[in-house]
């Protein structure tokens, strides 16, 4: 797979959040986030359903933008909050350029579903980054190969399971190149034999040193791939630790109490 963890110019981490809320009327969906990835990390969120995981890694690429809170990506601020000091009002374009260089893979795959596997792949980079058609194609042929699927080019997502569908979700949000993935529970809704093959992608990405938050209860994964596990309460971050460590020896009785659901 292509080597995603070249540098830039920054030295921080690769993803910042500082402060981040999240209100939806009076709805607290985010209270306070902090969390800091490092280049090639990659972040386990679990947390009950409703606790904010969602909105957090929405907030990240601003499809939602926060209340407030910074989120920096790869050196650059991602968003303009109300109240922006000059400094942050970076141009829309700009804003645009930043927000590509993280990628989203959802539950639900959202494939454009009278778009052929090569469309769906190629209207971004083409939209937003300006490559050509030419190497628009040459890249999804590479990435589709990479996540197993050279040949389906031409197959319409429809004809695909959904573990298919969920590895053109991959390729195509890789195409645009990001320097970060969030994955939104990418194997919850997949039948059981599927999820594997899923995973296995994920894995192989993580191994090339990509950078991941992934929203997950798929918990041998996060033990196995995930460098932290974060354990999201009520829009809080509860706990954070080393995958293994916190299973098996959560400090908080809320982790506790939800790992003992879950496992
Ligand atoms: P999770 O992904 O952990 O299940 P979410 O981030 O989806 O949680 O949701 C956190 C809280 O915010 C929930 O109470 C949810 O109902 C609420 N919420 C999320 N999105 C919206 C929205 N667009 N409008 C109103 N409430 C929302
Ligand atoms: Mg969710």
Redesign the pocket.
């Known amino acids: 797979m292509i080597d995603m963890t070249a540098p830039d110019k920054h030295p921080r981490s690769m993803v910042e959040v500082t402060g981040l809320r999240k209100t ?2 009076s ?1 607290v ?1 985010l209270d306070g986030v902090d969390l800091s990835v490092d280049a090639g990390q990659v972040v386990a969120i679990i ?10 890694l ?1 907030c990240i690429n601003y499809l ?1 933008p926060p209340d407030s809170g910074d989120v920096w990506v790869n050196g650059h601020l991602m968003g303009i909050v109300e109240g922006a000091s000059s400094v942050r009002r970076a141009k829309d374009r700009e804003l645009r350029r930043h927000r590509a260089d993280v990628g989203m893979v959802f539950q639900h795959f959202n494939l454009f579903p009278h778009f052929t596997v090569l469309q769906n792949i190629i209207e971004a980079p083409m939209a937003v980054r300006g490559v050509t058609k030419a190497e628009a194609i040459a890249t999804a042929r590479e990435l589709l190969a990479a996540v197993g699927l050279a040949g389906k080019e031409g197959s319409y997502p429809s004809h695909l399971s959904g573990g298919q569908q969920q590895r053109v979700a991959i390729a195509r949000a890789l195409a645009m190149k990001p320097r970060v993935m969030l994955f ?2 990418p194997t919850s809704a997949l039948d059981p034999e599927l999820v594997g093959e899923v995973l296995r992608v994920m894995r192989d990405l993580a191994e090339n040193g990509m950078t991941m938050l992934v ?1 997950t209860h798929e918990m041998a994964f996060a033990e196995e791939v995930a460098d932290t596990l974060v354990y ?1 309460d009520k ?1 809080k971050i509860i706990e954070t630790g080393s995958p293994a460590e916190m299973m098996r020896n959560p400090q908080h009785a809320r982790t506790q109490a939800f790992l003992q659901r879950l496992l």
Request: a negative charge.
């Open positions: 939806f009327g709805l969906a947390g009950a359903s409703g606790s904010g995981k969602s909105t957090l929405r939602d939104d529970e929203v999201f829009g």
